[in-house]
């Protein structure tokens, strides 16, 4: 995805631009130290996703976005959270609080190339199977959704197990995680662990049984909620 940086605080928009050199299906096409630099850039060239501050002399980069009729898809990167919900109203792919972690960066990211890809797949008549992305040693991986039996988090790690080939450890939390699969397909039913609905064979003894015999203990609090799926 080619992408922008626009920041007016040098230090912050060096931490973006490190952050995007790191993240391998993102291309930076230009580090902006201000809004009008970004819109005259825009106006010129193809970018597919931009990374914005919001609080910039001049113009916001609030106003940066609603200013523009051909929209790529927006990250706001702000140290202020009460421009949350003005920032969904213009379709904010994501809201990244300053001071965020790489980790952060990556999970917004992720969110954004998958629904970059399902634009592209829709303009284009094609389809894509239910994925996300990772990072793991160092490569970008594509995880296929129906073939994740399970995921057990562990600390600042999480392991994605499938049915097929050896689990896939990537750094992100199990929160994070969560938050970027489909609800209807994936549930978590333990501080440490989410499954795929779909795999599960029956439930006992605080267990769900999995294909492949995994029995995966099922916490207290998420307990009510599992079984109302089975009803």
């Known amino acids: 995805m080619r992408c922008i940086a626009i920041d007016d605080e040098p230090l912050a928009l060096k931490q973006i631009v490190a952050y995007i050199a790191k993240t391998p299906f993102l291309e930076l096409v230009c580090a902006c130290s201000n809004a009008f630099e970004a819109k005259e850039l825009l106006a010129s060239q193809s970018v597919d996703l931009m ?15 609603k200013s523009l009729t051909r929209k790529p898809l927006v990250i706001f990167t702000t140290a202020y959270s009460e421009f949350a919900v003005e920032s969904y109203k213009v379709n904010a792919q994501n809201y990244l609080l300053k001071p965020f972690s790489l980790a952060e960066f990556t999970v ?13 797949a829709t303009e284009t008549g094609s389809s ?15 995880v296929s ?9 562990m600390n600042d790690y999480v392991r ?4 097929t080939g050896k689990p896939i450890m990537t750094l992100s939390s199990l929160k994070a995680m969560e938050e970027q699969l489909p609800s209807s397909k994936f549930m978590r039913i333990h501080r440490s662990w989410i499954i795929n609905l779909e795999k599960i064979v029956q439930i006992e003894k605080g267990q769900a049984i999995l294909t492949g015999k995994h029995a995966i203990p099922i916490g207290d609090q998420y307990r009510e909620a599992l079984l109302g799926i089975a009803k």
Do not use: C
């Not at 990374?51 to 976005?65: A, K, T, Y």
């Not at 992720?110 to 629904?115: G, P």
């Not at 894509?128 to 594509?142: A, F, G, N, Q």
């Open 51 to 65: 990374f914005v501050d919001i609080n910039m002399p001049g113009m916001s980069g609030m106003e940066l976005v």
């Open 108 to 120: 917004a990211t992720q969110k954004a190339l998958h629904y970059w890809e399902q634009l592209r």
């Open 128 to 142: 894509l199977d239910d994925s996300i992305w990772v990072k793991s040693e160092y490569h970008l991986v594509r």
């Open 145 to 153: 959704l129906p073939e994740v039996l399970f995921i057990e988090g």
């Open 160 to 163: 994605i197990h499938l049915e």
